[in-house]
């Protein structure tokens, strides 16, 4: 069955940087857009970023330049590096291939000081 397996998360102060990684099984990764979202404290779920399977990323309003999203398709792996943490980027962070219904355990980071 489809699995995500996130890790990374913690705390860091602001400026600071953190690199996020989920290990997926379950489907073909190397086919799949996979995308990363953030729940943070008393709020819904957002989208964070996409990345196509050659490469291509999209991002939010709110992370565009200062995170970057990869992916490593012999390792079924996708990577979120995390750089000029804001206090507002606390959130337990998810990835998902697009159209999947299944989440993980997700990672959570905290960003203070």
């Known amino acids: 069955q489809v699995q995500y397996v996130e890790s990374g998360g913690g705390l860091v102060q602001p400026g600071g940087s953190l690199r996020l990684s989920c290990a997926t099984s379950?489907?073909?990764?190397?086919?799949?857009?996979m995308t990363w979202h953030r729940q943070s404290p008393g709020k819904a779920r957002d989208w964070v970023a996409s990345?196509?399977?050659?490469?291509?990323?999209f991002y939010s309003n709110s992370t565009r330049g200062r995170f970057t999203v990869s992916r490593d398709n012999d390792k079924n792996t996708v990577y979120l590096l995390l750089n000029s943490l804001k206090p507002e980027d606390t959130a337990v962070y998810y990835c998902?291939?697009?159209?999947?219904?299944?989440w993980g355990q997700g990672t959570s980071v905290t960003v203070s000081s």
């Open positions: 379950g489907f073909p990764f190397s086919e799949e857009i």
């Open positions: 998902q291939h697009y159209g999947s219904t299944t």
């Open positions: 990345i196509f399977p050659a490469g291509r990323a």
